[in-house]
């Protein structure tokens, strides 16, 4: 049982994070929130989409925080979804997280992630947030917990979007399979939708 635990928990997790223009001290606390991870196996991969010289030279020098980290620089403007997809086709990992430049995870955020994905026999988990202002402090929590299942989570995504973009993960292979498609603002919902027209399950 526990040689299995191990097994579960060592899967190589790639972690996909864009870079536009966000703010660099939120860029340092999102890439110092993976690297805090309790979770050991990461690959980080951050797709740098601006043309800023000194934004890449402050990427490269964030890259120098872990032997784990991969800065990827497109070529010019590409924008999210393509540099998503181009995230996706780099990825070795078995799982793959999504990570917004602008937000914070939890310390043990993709382990509970790796044990619910294997625990539920699903293709992708994802979570509620906390929400916090630009300075850090707390505006709104979740004060409690409330899995959703597959018959609930169906009827809700007829109205609109449950997910939070920034706390997905899923096995590499849906994510290889579906990629992104350009739909304004939604590309999200519309990689969920077209997930569950497939027959995929999310927790």
Not at 146 to 156: A, F, P, R, T, V
Request: proline share 2%; net charge neutral.
């Amino acid at each position: 049982m526990l040689e299995r635990k191990f097994l579960i928990l060592n899967k190589l997790v790639t972690v996909i994070m864009p870079v536009y223009n966000e703010k660099k001290q939120w860029i340092v606390e999102s890439v110092n929130s993976i690297i805090k991870q309790t979770y050991a196996n990461i690959e980080f991969i951050i797709i740098c989409d601006s043309t800023d010289n000194q934004l890449k030279s402050f990427l490269q020098e964030i890259s120098k925080k872990g032997d784990n980290i991969k800065i990827i620089f497109n070529p010019r403007n590409l924008g999210l979804v393509n540099s998503l997809n181009r995230g996706i086709n780099l990825a070795t990992g078995e799982f793959i997280a999504r990570m917004d430049a602008d937000d914070v995870s939890l310390p043990e955020r993709i382990e509970t992630e790796v044990k619910c994905i294997n625990a539920e026999k699903v293709d992708l988990v994802f979570s509620e947030v906390n929400v916090i202002n630009e300075s850090g402090k707390l505006v709104s929590s979740i004060d409690k917990k409330n899995n959703l299942n597959e018959i609930q989570l169906n009827e809700l995504f007829r109205y609109g979007n449950v997910s939070k973009h920034p706390t997905w993960l899923g096995r590499s292979e849906l994510f290889k399979e579906l990629m992104y498609r350009n739909v304004s603002y939604t590309e999200d919902m519309d990689f969920l939708l077209r997930g569950l027209q497939e027959g995929k399950k999310f927790f």
